[in-house]
């Protein structure tokens, strides 16, 4: 895989042409497919059956923390803005409700490999917060002891100081992802995010410190305001301090979806021509420093596990982006978060309010979901070694799925072929590749295996962020 080791080469009209809506594909089918019929027993049969596999498969556990201080006009997570610091003990106290009522539906034997807080702001919970919510995980669940767990959290570096970095090394977290979109002032202003490079830079240094494997930074390209001098100088200060990842995000504005992003005029966005010349200066810059291209947005050292499992094929994406264990069954926890156990996706409630009346009447809290069917596991197949490795080996998706692939994606071959004809996509003697300057475009690459986007192509379009 020569080609996923390297930094895609930049075509801005290309680019431009495809620059059209489509999913992220952090799950086949996507969540706008999830619909009621899959509840609570559902739930729980699924689980049960996820326990009779001969080899038990770990768990990664996800857990959602939905409050912020304050809103970020970019942000299209599901948050909470308050400052009653309070409400984060009430919450606590129900998602110790809801491990109780999870964890005994798997097995002991399965082991916790992967253990991801996200938000929202996980750190709004005070270090005694989250030192009971990871004391009751390890006593309901069994905690790997190998040194290839992940334990990561999401940071908002304004918010912690370096002894708080200490207290969740303590915890076991050995990974964190810090926001910081952009130094640039007259963009911080514009999207309500003022965070100084320095106490930025501080927590950076804190994790290294205090033994964390790895260090990711978030930036984003499209922000109003923003212009190449200052997302530049974003990029090498950022650079100076050499994160172990990097996620380079184009902001996606979707006003009618998200209702913070109201707060942004599109006067001040940053034109398509200067929103793709911001792009190819994050890619000339990282690929000058050295990092390598996993996909969608993200950037890593050679030498850092995502960079390691994508050369070996071993990389996986999920609702936590991209990861190393593919192996194992995702559980969601806490309100709107995804589950992934054997062939079906199901989630909590999205308003706290729903989430929260579930826990109190003592039910699991599941929302909505989805039992896959042969065609939905065939295609997730493919569009995960797409997402992940940038190809498609057709004698192993036939090996494992008992299909004759021509004949079943004659359809999709045919919407490919416009892709090849431009570059983006080869074929090769085991099947298609992304090539170098397609590798951008994965998202429009793995659209032509979708079969619920083809089928409903005008209702599903406007729910999605355009590629770049």
Avoid at 336 to 364: K, M, T, V
């Amino acid at each position: 895989m020569p080609a996923m080791n390297a930094i895609p080469p930049f075509d801005a009209d290309l680019l431009r042409r495809y620059d059209r809506p489509g999913p992220r594909y952090t799950s086949y089918p996507t969540a706008p497919q999830f619909g009621p019929g899959f509840g609570e027993a559902e739930f729980r049969a699924v689980a049960h059956r996820s326990n009779e596999d001969p080899i038990p498969r770990p768990l990664s556990l996800y857990l959602h923390v939905p409050y912020c201080f304050s809103p970020c006009f970019y942000c299209g997570c599901n948050r909470v803005i308050t400052r009653d610091l309070a409400k984060g003990g009430i919450y606590v106290e129900r998602l110790l409700r809801e491990i109780e009522l999870v964890a005994p539906l798997f097995d002991r034997d399965r082991e916790v490999i992967q253990l991801h807080f996200g938000g929202g702001t996980p750190n709004f919970l005070s270090p005694g917060q989250l030192h009971d919510v990871m004391q009751a995980l390890s006593f309901q669940f069994s905690f790997s002891t190998s040194p290839k767990r992940d334990f990561s959290i999401e940071l908002d570096p304004r918010f912690i100081s370096p002894a708080g970095i200490g207290k969740l090394a303590e915890l076991g977290f050995n990974r964190a992802s810090l926001g910081v979109q952009d130094f640039d002032l007259v963009v911080q202003q514009a999207v309500n995010r003022i965070q100084s490079v320095e106490d930025t830079l501080e927590v950076v240094q804190a994790c290294r410190d205090h033994g964390f494997r790895s260090v990711n930074i978030d930036l984003i390209y499209g922000l109003p305001k923003q212009n190449l001098e200052g997302f530049g100088k974003t990029l090498d200060t950022v650079l100076e301090v050499r994160p172990d990842r990097l996620a380079v995000y184009g902001y996606a504005h979707l006003p009618s979806l998200f209702k913070p992003q109201r707060q942004i005029r599109d006067s001040d966005l940053p034109s398509p021509e200067l929103k793709l010349a911001l792009l190819q200066l994050a890619i000339e810059k990282l690929s000058a420093a050295g990092y390598v291209y996993i996909g969608m947005d993200h950037f890593a050292l050679p030498d850092e596990d995502l960079a390691v499992a994508q050369r070996q094929g071993g990389l996986h994406r999920n609702f936590m982006g991209y990861t190393t264990h593919a192996e194992s069954d995702l559980v969601g926890l806490g309100v709107s978060s995804i589950s992934h156990i054997g062939d079906s996706f199901s989630q909590n409630p999205r308003d706290l309010p729903s989430w929260e009346a579930a826990i109190d009447a003592g039910r699991l809290p599941v929302w909505r979901g989805m039992q896959l069917n042969a065609d939905d596991v065939l295609r997730g197949d493919v569009i995960q070694s797409l997402m992940c490795q940038g190809e498609i080996d057709i004698e192993q998706i036939e090996d494992r799925h008992d299909v004759v692939f021509r004949e079943v994606f004659a359809e999709d071959i045919g919407r490919l072929q416009p892709l090849i004809d431009d570059g983006l996509v080869v074929r090769t003697l085991h099947g298609y590749r992304a090539t170098a300057r397609g590798r951008l475009l994965m998202r429009i690459i793995a659209m032509c295996f979708d079969r619920y986007l083809h089928s409903t192509a005008t209702e599903q379009a406007p729910r999605f962020s355009k590629a770049i």
